[in-house]
């Protein structure tokens, strides 16, 4: 089955600096690949995701990037701000349906944005 | 009220006892999951109903025993836990089953004495 590992797991940065989560998976038939935010107390929520058709999306401050030869994708926040604080999980679907019950998430990393 | 709606937020419960949870959707989907999270590991699908019909069951242990009487409601009857049941439920809920994105509810923080 598919595995998803998620790096780094804790990640601290100064307000106004960039963060950078990068998660890798195993099966090259997956081709969904979602980005989760769950804030302290709160239920994971949809912040952007990617299919395999597309190499980067961006969505304001957000931008995911996917290398599929790699079997790699990552999530990059720009000009991050203390709001940004949070876990943030990845996932990866397969197959080409990109149901939810085929999800893969990752362990997750906790953001810190310092002020 | 709107999205997706669990209760009780805490629990705490001995290994004896039976509880349930409940999840309510306002979101006219017809795709309902159970998630549990433990602490540092990835989210674990537990049950998926798609119109009220069980469609998946990851290896739950019988002790926990899902319920879906509408496409608006789940349950996850708990009897006879064991400490290490202890974790956050997540419900969540979907358009439809071939649907990625999940809407999440704030979840139900169990502990099993």
């Known amino acids: 089955g598919e595995n998803v590992e998620q790096h780094p797991s804790t990640l601290s940065v100064q307000e106004g600096d960039s963060a950078v989560i990068k998660c890798t998976y195993s099966?090259?038939?997956?081709?969904?690949f979602p980005w989760y935010k769950q804030e302290l107390g709160k239920g994971p929520q949809l912040i952007i995701d990617?299919?395999?058709?597309?190499g980067e999306k961006k969505d304001q401050r957000i931008a995911v990037t996917l290398n599929k030869t790699a079997k790699h994708f990552s999530l990059h926040i720009t000009e991050t701000q203390p709001e940004d604080s949070a876990v943030y999980f990845c996932?990866?679907?397969?197959?080409?349906?990109?149901?939810?019950?085929?999800?893969?998430f990752g362990s997750g990393t906790q953001l810190t944005v310092l002020p | 009220e709107t999205g997706v709606t669990q209760t009780p937020r805490h629990l705490v419960m001995g290994m004896t006892n039976k509880k349930s949870l409940k999840c309510e959707q306002h979101?006219?989907?017809?795709?309902m999951y159970w998630y549990k999270q433990s602490a540092k590991k990835p989210l674990e699908l537990m049950f998926v109903?798609?119109?009220?019909?069980?469609?998946e069951n990851n290896s739950v242990p019988s002790r926990f025993s899902p319920e879906c009487p509408n496409s608006s409601h789940l349950f996850l009857h708990l009897h006879t836990l064991q400490p290490e049941d202890s974790a956050l439920y997540l419900c969540?809920?979907?358009?439809?089953?071939?649907?990625?994105?999940?809407?999440f509810g704030e979840g139900s923080r169990l502990t099993v004495l």
């Open positions: 979101l006219g989907h017809n795709a």
């Open positions: 109903y798609s119109l009220e019909e069980r469609v």
């Open positions: 099966d090259s038939a997956s081709n969904y």
């Open positions: 990617i299919r395999s058709n597309v």
């Open positions: 996932a990866a679907s397969h197959p080409d349906s990109g149901s939810a019950r085929q999800l893969t």
């Open positions: 969540a809920s979907s358009p439809h089953i071939k649907t990625g994105e999940l809407f």
